[in-house]
């Protein structure tokens, strides 16, 4: 069975840098797998921050930034703001028709 | 502008059945992908199932078997119907439009309506 791993939990300090992953548990995490990037806070619809492993979605600041590094997708927050403060989920497309969603990372700014 | 309305959600006994919908608005339902993903209550999101522009669907294993995915095209609209719900599906029902890439296969969720909940208790 196919398990897209992330962090459950990392913390920030205001305005530093972090950089979340989003792996496999079996094989390495490529740009064929398209992995995008969620935003979610408590109570509210998720909002895309990153497609196709780098892509900024449409008003997504430019400190949120993807790329693959080693044998997983990252999502690298520079400059960390209070309200950066919620869970965030990567998605790994598996082929088929199906995607699979990583268990999430609480990210606390601290 | 894009919107995202689900509705058909409610309270429902273990193997009952149940018809989310999900109105579009700013897009056509029926040249788009548009899926489904669902959130447990204090879980993680959980793709759930698409429905590809040209018709052709796909389940999680989760509920593969159980659960239907459709289109309303006289209603612009994406509807899951769910059958022999059982208590592990309760979760916020999140309908999402799916965008392929500019190159390759694949998508991903670019709009997502607010989530409607289902709760499946005796």
């Known amino acids: 069975q196919t398990v897209v791993t992330q962090e459950p939990s990392f913390s920030v300090s205001p305005g530093g840098k972090v950089t979340l992953t989003c792996g496999l548990n079996s094989g390495s995490v490529s740009t064929d797998y398209y992995p995008s990037w969620y935003q979610q806070t408590p109570g509210q619809a998720p909002r895309t921050l990153i497609y196709s492993t780098n892509t900024r979605s449409s008003g997504v600041p430019n400190r949120f930034s993807g790329s693959i590094l080693g044998n997983k997708a990252v999502l690298t927050i520079t400059g960390a703001q209070a309200d950066d403060e919620c869970d965030y989920y990567c998605?790994?497309?598996?082929?088929?028709?199906?995607?699979?969603f990583g268990g999430g990372t609480k990210l606390t700014v601290l | 502008e894009v919107q995202l309305v689900e509705s058909g959600g409610g309270l429902i006994q273990p193997g009952g059945s149940l018809r989310l919908s999900c109105a579009a608005s700013g897009f056509t339902v029926s040249g788009n992908y548009m899926s489904w993903v669902r959130q447990a209550p204090g879980k993680g999101l959980e793709w759930v199932s698409v429905?590809?522009?040209?018709?052709?669907?796909y389940y999680a294993d989760s509920v593969k078997g159980r659960f239907t995915i459709s289109r309303d095209n006289s209603k612009n609209a994406l509807d899951l119907q769910m059958d022999s719900l059982r208590v592990e599906d309760t979760a916020v029902y999140y309908c999402?439009?799916?965008?392929?890439?500019?190159?390759?296969?694949?998508?991903?969720?670019?709009?997502w309506g607010q989530g409607i909940l289902v709760t499946v208790s005796s």
């Open positions: 998605v790994l497309y598996m082929g088929r028709g199906i995607s699979v």
């Open positions: 999402a439009r799916g965008q392929p890439p500019a190159t390759g296969i694949g998508y991903y969720f670019d709009y």
């Open positions: 429905i590809y522009s040209g018709g052709s669907t």
